[in-house]
């Protein structure tokens, strides 16, 4: 099956665009040609989540409730979709 790489990439950056109202977003990727390995890293500035959230930020329909995120609609799907994908790819995805 071929993981179609560009919707894992369009997710992780447009929850960054929709959590950063000011402030910065750099996306990097890399690739390691004897390992076939892609590395997508994606860090923004920012609303951030809790700690206790983050169990849970990749799972169907689960958003974080709050007065600060509830400003943003979605169906909680977008990182639900990138885990399927990395899963499929038999690679990882994690939050730091």
């Known amino acids: 099956y071929d993981v179609p790489k560009e919707e894992l990439i369009v997710n992780l950056v447009s929850n960054a665009l929709k959590f950063t109202d000011k402030g910065s977003i750099s996306i990097r ?3 390691d040609v004897p390992k076939e390995e892609l590395t997508v890293r994606v860090e923004d500035t920012g609303i951030g989540i809790k700690a206790e959230h983050i169990p849970r930020l990749f799972t169907k329909f689960s958003q974080v409730a ?5 400003l943003f ?9 990138v885990q399927q ?4 790819m038999g690679g990882q995805v994690g939050v730091e």
């Open 29 to 31: 990727l890399t690739y």
């Open 66 to 70: 709050n007065t600060e995120t509830r």
């Open 73 to 81: 609609h979605g169906a909680g799907l977008g990182l639900s979709i």
């Open 85 to 88: 994908l990395v899963d499929l």
